[in-house]
């Protein structure tokens, strides 16, 4: 294994497999790290199959608005064999907590269709957004064509009246492919800004992390200390900040998110990224690789 160790002291390493006997548990990011939204990435499907067998287990933690087992379908069909993890945990799994206590009081979905599985066995009564008592932001009814910017008109008459919002995916901007995409945490930020009230349900916020302490805890049958655990992402204000609030060690991955890709991933572009970040990681890769 060779590394390279830059001004900030964040060794870039070829291989992981240096720091897997420090972990039991991986607390892996999803999107951007195991697939970029349109095909799976072969060297961290890899890398998790081979620390799962040495005895690691793999949790993947996603901000997707999504229920488990929607995520688990996903990773599926973009090639990501069942031997990769062991379990997932969901911004959209938090989302249903936090929904519950609304009972049947009028719920607007912010989002898109193929986000409606969010609310599937939840006894919620859909309303539009002018007579609603609580928003829930899954996305951009279409990410392709809008910003966060084309509800702002909406937005500002929903923060006027006073209605709070569940948001289902903090990420602001997500990967599918070579071109970033706006998600529900741009929304949330633009409505908070306009002096609306969120209640975020995904990374890098506690509960998720509590969530995927408990799953963890369970598939290897006993409390798993936090020492003993690594998070990998490569969203700073998501993975590694969400990370460093929850006592975790974390390992950066580049991706378009903060990695421009025509620049070389060296100590320079490192230094820059973290020299005043309250939580650095232990170790960054270009991609997650065994």
């Given at each position: 294994?060779t ?17 897997a ?8 990011d999803v ?16 890398a998790?199959v081979?620390?799962r ?14 229920p488990?087992?929607?995520?688990a ?8 064999p069942?031997a ?10 938090v ?29 919620v ?9 609580v ?23 929903l923060?006027?009246?006073?209605t709070?919002m ?33 209640a975020?349900?995904g ?36 993975d ?42 232990i ?8």
């Amino acid at each position: 294994m060779t590394s390279i160790a830059p001004a900030v002291g964040i060794p870039i390493l070829a291989s992981i497999s240096s720091l897997a006997t420090a972990a039991d548990v991986w607390l892996s990011d999803v999107w951007g790290v195991i697939h970029n939204g349109r095909a799976a990435f072969p060297a961290a499907v890899d890398a998790c199959v081979r620390f799962r067998a040495q005895a690691g287990t793999v949790i993947l933690i996603t901000n997707a608005p999504r229920p488990d087992a929607a995520v688990a379908e996903t990773l599926a069909r973009l090639g990501v064999p069942r031997a990769a993890w062991d379990a997932i945990v969901t911004s959209g799994d938090v989302t249903r907590d936090l929904v519950r206590p609304w009972g049947r009081r009028p719920l607007f979905h912010l989002g898109p269709a193929r986000d409606a599985g969010v609310f599937e066995g939840l006894d919620v009564s859909f309303a539009e957004a002018n007579a609603a008592d609580v928003v829930v932001c899954t996305g951009l009814f279409d990410d392709e064509t809008e910003t966060p910017e084309t509800y702002r008109p909406m937005l500002e008459r929903l923060a006027a009246r006073g209605t709070p919002m569940i948001c289902a995916n903090p990420d602001v901007f997500v990967e599918r492919g070579d071109r970033l995409i706006p998600c529900a945490g741009g929304i949330a930020q633009l409505f908070q800004a306009l002096g609306g009230d969120v209640a975020y349900a995904g990374k890098p916020y506690a509960p998720i992390y509590e969530r995927a302490f408990g799953i963890a805890s369970s598939v290897r049958g006993t409390p798993v200390p936090k020492d003993r655990m690594l998070a990998i992402g490569d969203g700073l204000k998501t993975d590694l900040l969400g990370a460093g609030e929850a006592g975790l060690r974390s390992v950066f991955i580049a991706s378009a998110l903060h990695v421009d890709p025509r620049r070389d991933f060296d100590e320079a572009l490192l230094a820059e990224l973290f020299a005043t970040y309250p939580h650095p990681p232990i170790a960054a890769q270009p991609v997650l690789r065994w």
